[in-house]
């Protein structure tokens, strides 16, 4: 969203599209802590902040949904950082 709170165009070579995919993984069974009563929506309407800059949500969905998990980041750069997380990314 922009800051008038209209939604913002992509910048897709092929398409225009102004959404990202967020995965989320897990390997074996349900981890220790896993939230079973979790809250987290399955769509995520924030502000649009700097270039390559993750919503805030995204985190914070994540460690909603397993308390005290390890988190992993992948193609992080500096300006995604955050504290209980593993950020690699070749911009680091």
């Not at 802590?33 to 769509?43: A, L, Q, R, S, T």
């Not at 985190?59 to 300006?79: A, K, P, S």
Request: aromatic share 10%.
């Amino acid at each position: 969203m922009t800051v008038n709170r209209r939604l913002a165009s992509g910048h897709g070579y092929y398409l225009q599209h102004a959404f990202e995919t967020c995965l989320i993984g897990s390997k074996g069974s349900k981890p220790e802590g896993f939230n079973e009563n979790h809250n987290v929506p399955d769509i995520i309407y924030s502000q649009r902040g700097g270039q390559s800059q993750k919503p805030e949500e995204i985190y914070e969905y994540c460690e909603e949904l397993v308390e005290n998990g390890l988190f992993l980041e992948i193609f992080g750069r500096r300006n995604n950082l955050r504290n209980g997380w593993i950020t690699i990314g070749n911009e680091i």
